[in-house]
């Protein structure tokens, strides 16, 4: 059994969060709300619940459909409170007891919290943490902030919190209950994203609007960068422990992170799909008989593309949905048939055509080798890359799961060397002031960029102290736990 | 625990099936073809293999990814020769019982079958088979045709199961595999599909095309209305056990069932689903900025519609994939949301538009009433619905899972009365001629119609012995069997 | 991992069977029954209830305490009647299929039966049945039985059962449930047990006794050999369906099988154990100071034993109870430290002294060889070892799980060289006729024995047709079905 | 679903621990000790083992045998050291979180622990522990130790393990390993046991000899009271960090704990079992037929006080030792039945007889009154209960689950009362220095008595820190966890 490859060769983000206030059905609309969000992060979910004496936790391998979908696990949920987590795989690795949210029993009562991001320095604030006698029970970055939060010399929870969040770096959006609070915090720059919004009264916190949709929760507003909200039965009060650095927000959000019906700074991650399609048409023209997206987060930019270009739009390659992560290949002769597990070209559309293929975004290359060569092979006359981002060179240290630098295509190649590893007639990359100003920028500042584009930069916002102190590869846990 | 209300509003495929004769890998290949056939059945899967000595059976509830995807699962499963079966859910109910292949050892040796259709007078002959003798172990129709091989006065195999397909009524494309064959045969009137392919030399038998391009085999023909193909290590032989009477392909399949990217008659189903959405647009135009299809299954028709219309194209309405088929709705409140598990509307591409909704067909109307609404709540200024088959008015009997007559929309209201259910601004069908258009003919053949389509007409192509003896409904088993 | 040894070194009682009609509590009542018989069978066990319109059927792998201790479980079996079976491994292999009670629908209704014992003839009827077109399912002798109702041409279930029992032979104590019937009967011979008891006015049918004193039910009366009761809402009618041969109750369940609370005959089987215990002491005496008892089989017989011969009874070896059937070995190195999972000596019981050891049996002999090292290990100045029972011989052909003839120790060496592979300082075995006196005989008769001995004599009272027709092993399914 | 009733009306030990260190196959040997420690504590188990690198750590729920008797759960647990912990259920509650051994990893490398015993002042230590900011993640007073040796400010392991113990109260038999050694130690007076072993030059820490008796090891001596032994590759070194206060080993071990195969002291239990039995028999004589224990921890004390009593012992009570924890008894009227799950009465060894039944102790006496019910409905002429250990008036606070005292029934009734109650015709006890001269000690010693036998006495000889500090009823956690 092998991790099919596809899978290996994409960005990843790891979390959504969502947290619910004050509404009787607390448990089950924080399942529907991580349904919502489950594109964030499939390996495992949490919720905790709190219902005024006790707090409530399920963990669970797999989709929050398959394991949080009876009345059962909904009923050993009590209370009218409840926060929850999808994970894609945190930093540290898998295992029951890296699953969020993570809880703790302080001398002043319990707490529980939800994290979306990555600390830069955990690890140094761990090896503190643990000269003191810390006890780190998990392997994930999030268990610092507990552990700052213990330690803390201040009096109530939120100040307790703030402390902790002082001493952090990195990205965060956090969502917390305590026995009387929900609280929720974005880091400085806002780079992982947090809302606000309200069902019948209820707040609500979470990753993305579309948690709000499936509920029918209505919209607030973002969590602004280094803002603290603090829920309690008496309302909502913002807090800002920071001072005001600027707005980093992670534009590889619009690329592909997000759900397309979800809004960000009150722009639809659709429309500023599709508007990078168009800006793609308009700075990397090519004549040809059709768009054919990467199914499927291709699809709006090359909508957008074929609109912009007047070139018919058609779904030349077809996906298979029902594909899980794993799957055998079992022996090298069928390993070496190149087995079409996710992707199947729809050969009528493709034969004898001039293509242009549409991608949000190049990784390790692999899945668009294949790609190419399929379409080729179903009879393509030219096959035109056009990729809705410019080339990905550098890791994601804050929140995302990359592959590290050196197994970006980008990082080793030139975009010449790209196109003849990938086999295409053309391959071109939207600029980053494209990517700019197909999300409503008139172009990156280079002062004080918009959003957070390291990736595609290599500028990161934020100092990155463990990697910096020498620990560039995070260290495991000593203990190596089976589930 | 609620069903997905929206799943209840589908015609849905009851079976796919997939065997390989004489190939090392024969297990993993039937795993692979049976994961590309994963849309024909989602419910639980089988494979029997033959290792020259000894029948194998593997049968798993779950999908194709998940229950077959460990090396141990296939080393069960030894031999060069397999067949394989997804099913939706068979006539007769749930239960490990009525798994596919079914195998019997009869005097002469075992033969295990997979089936996909249905027979219309199963339960007539499997009460004259009782009063013989004979016990059944499952509910499922496909038994009847063990017991009529078992009890044939026949010599040889193939003859016996001859003997037991003159027997039979309805639809059925099946497989079989003996001590030393490989058989499959279609009905007399080729309902159900069934297609031969070839791999290193290894004879394939499909339920369609997909299923040899993930593995990369070659396509030969269609196995063709009333043939029986015997595949042993001398090679094929052709038999044509019935006279010749047609050909009654199910018209379904394009509209619905199939793969976009699989061939029937050397045309593309995603190609005739784009021919219906240019006929529709033909036949019933409607002025308006946007065309939105239902997806997945409205997207290729409504990208025909929007091309030939000349209106732009776009995915007003996003899907959540990782929804499952159950899943909570757990309190009235809850329920009372309006919760969007499967569906959420994409705003900005609906407000204030005109929009031309695209959807495959109408069953229950249950979701239809519900997209529209979502569609409206997001800001359209019109909705217009068009809907890319004729109004389906009756039951199937071949093996598709249909409402009974009455829950169809179509057979109780007008298209009038349906668009107020509905509450479009117009609603509109492709007619029964313009689909046959869309597929290539002329018009639909009165006297002798090319397909089946007694769906669209109520017009049915064989017997439906069991129906008009009185057996409308099914009878259950005594036994109430849990896994 | 392996099997653990000591397992494997003893007879295996296969069946348990259970039934209860007209009781509210039918499935709680019959889960129950089926716990007091667990010591008859712990591979699996499974329950069909009977509601006025439904079957419904439970079988699960494990132990009942496990399996069947859910409400849910039981919820899923209404009814006011129920039939159960605890079998420790049918003949022709494991697997759900051949888990009891089998289940078949007849053109008259539907029949469910549980069965303990082993036919001698199924093979060859079970091939004669498949030349007429009959389709096994399982690879369970008891389903022979179910086909030659269902072919018979009698005409009520009752005459169609008796048609079938003319055509067996063998060993049977069945229990069937019909639409208004519970039907009981046992084989001419009366080899196996079955029981008659009441509880409330409702009819009870068990293997053995304790399965009533568990419910505190009442013992009324052994079913006769040969006899069938038959029970209605009407009462119990007993029918005789065969000429009166004699009764051959196996006298191996006094010895090994049955629980020591139970009785046959009116005979506690520990009453019996303790007399054959004073009988060895009687026949085989030997000077020592202590007799233990090879736990836990050997007790009762070691208290008879040192009872009669004025020695001390103690507890020389201590059993684990907590084993299970399978444990690690992992290594080599772990192998040959000759690990004692189940027993091990008490020393300060042994040390120095002179051991009387008592079993119940030999079997292969590997256990005892490991017992005799173990209390020598200890310090034992002298191990006699005395074996409550003849020399096994012989296989048994009538449920009960032995090793071909020529893997028991007995039938391939004498007693002294025996005595020389177990290592003992004296080994002595009770005769056939003290056997006998133990159970209330003046001795063996030679003509008409009373009780089935054939594993002791190599008699067998009844045709063995499978076996003289050359069919020595048993045919295995062409099927390997995994669960 | 209901409790096994009889279950509750026992002490349980809670916990059994081995180590081992320097052997090639320290896991699977680790499972066989735990294997043969299973009698103290059958709920979950555990193995942490080191293979020079990494820590690995496998906890599963139910028995050894079951959990971990798959090759594959052994190769997930690498390395020459290994130390295991069976459970029967902690301070604080069941769930995954609490099953040993715990494992930390400190500034200074990983620690792992398991604990037999209980401390009276851990939630005083807790809530200090807390205030500084330390994060419990289980409900188990063990944590309590690992958070003490975090924060310690000595510099070696070892140091700060000191360090940590003279902080706690109570009873503890320790095994914990690190990266290079294996520790063990038992409290300053030694209640609970812990012995050291030896296999082919691999040092063996356990609760019980009986876990060296099952692979062949070689028992060395007595960890003494207060005594921490340090294991390394260098050899073994003995540390007494406590001033020497004597030796109040439990007891309850020779009454009723430890498997009757393990030595303490030099002295077999089952011997002092025995002896108990003979000194009852001295003290509480009576005139009967049969002497029967209440099988089966009351069987050893039956031999003895029959063999000195002069009065046959025979089995009258029956076991089903198939008997899980937990069984139906779905409905009032099956429940009013009195259902058998666990004994049945041998009736005719009881019929018509005077009978003396031995059982260990009583505790709530809830399974004395349905004995004795059961013993004179099987027809005894006289029922006599004799009781081999003296009345249990108290709790035990080291490490055994018992009752709270309201419910233990001795401590609210006298002995005519217990015995009006029981319906017996007679009830004894021994009396307490019966049971000093059983163990062979001339009588108790009233100002340093030679055991703890508090349950007896109420002498505790510890401080119970927490239960005077009101800290009564230990708190819960804040957080209930599933799974």
């Known amino acids: 059994m092998i991790i099919d490859s596809d899978h290996d060769d994409a960005f990843h983000e790891e979390c959504g969060v969502f947290g619910i206030f004050n509404h009787a059905d607390a448990a089950a609309l924080t399942v529907l709300g991580l349904h919502a969000l489950q594109h964030r992060g499939q390996e495992a979910s949490g919720i905790v619940s709190f219902d005024g004496k006790q707090f409530s936790s399920e963990r669970h391998v797999g989709l929050v459909g398959d394991t949080f979908s009876k009345q059962s696990v909904i009923d050993r949920l009590p209370g009218n409170r409840a926060i929850g987590h999808n994970r894609y795989a945190t930093t540290g690795g898998a295992g029951m007891r890296n699953i969020q949210p993570l809880f703790a029993e302080f001398a002043g009562g319990g707490f529980a919290i939800a994290h979306n991001g990555n600390l830069t320095n955990a690890l140094t604030l761990q090896k503190q943490l643990q000269m003191r006698g810390a006890i780190f029970q998990s392997t994930s970055d999030t268990e610092t902030i507990l552990h700052l939060i213990a330690t803390s010399t201040s009096g109530r929870l939120v100040h307790r919190f703030v402390d902790a969040l002082r001493q952090i770096e990195g990205a965060y959006s956090i969502i917390g209950i305590s026995q009387n609070k929900m609280i929720g915090c974005r880091d400085p720059l806002g780079i992982r994203p947090l809302i606000l919004g309200d069902l019948d009264g209820a707040y609500i916190l979470a990753s993305e609007t579309c948690a709000l949709d499936i509920i029918g929760a209505q919209f607030i507003r973002e969590v602004e960068p280094g803002e603290m909200v ?25 690329v592909y992170f997000a759900r397309p019906d979800s809004l960000f700074k009150g722009r639809s991650v659709y429309e500023a799909r599709k508007h990078i399609g168009a800006e793609l048409a308009r700075e990397k023209p090519i004549e040809a008989d059709v768009v054919v997206p990467v199914p499927d987060s291709g699809t709006p930019a090359a909508i957008g593309y074929a609109q912009e270009a007047g070139i018919p739009f058609d779904l030349g390659i077809i996906r298979n949905h029902y594909v ?64 809705a981002s410019p080339p990905t060179i550098s890791s994601c240290y804050y929140g995302v799961d990359t592959p590290e630098k050196g197994k970006l295509l980008a990082s080793r190649m030139s975009i010449d060397e790209m196109q003849k590893y990938i086999n295409t007639d053309s391959l071109a990359f939207l600029s980053i002031d494209g990517l700019y100003r197909a999300v409503g920028e008139a172009k990156r500042s280079g002062d004080m960029p918009q959003y957070c584009d390291a990736c595609f930069t290599n500028e990161y916002p934020t100092l990155l102290t463990d990697r910096e102190g020498g620990g560039n590869v995070r260290q495991l846990s000593l203990l190596s736990e089976a589930q």
Do not use: W
């Open 324 to 387: 899980g992560r794993t799957f055998i290949e079992p022996t090298d002769s069928v390993r070496h048939m190149g087995v079409r597990l996710k992707h199947n070209a729809n050969k009528q559309v493709l034969k004898g055509k001039r293509v242009i293929l549409v991608d949000d975004s190049i990784v390790r290359g692999t899945t668009s080798v294949k790609i190419v060569q399929m379409v080729r092979d179903a009879g393509a006359a030219e096959v035109h890359m056009r990729i």
């Open 230 to 254: 603090v829920i309690t039965e008496e309302g909502l009060e913002s807090i800002h422990p920071f001072t005001k650095t600027g707005d980093r927000f992670c534009i590889f959000e619009y």
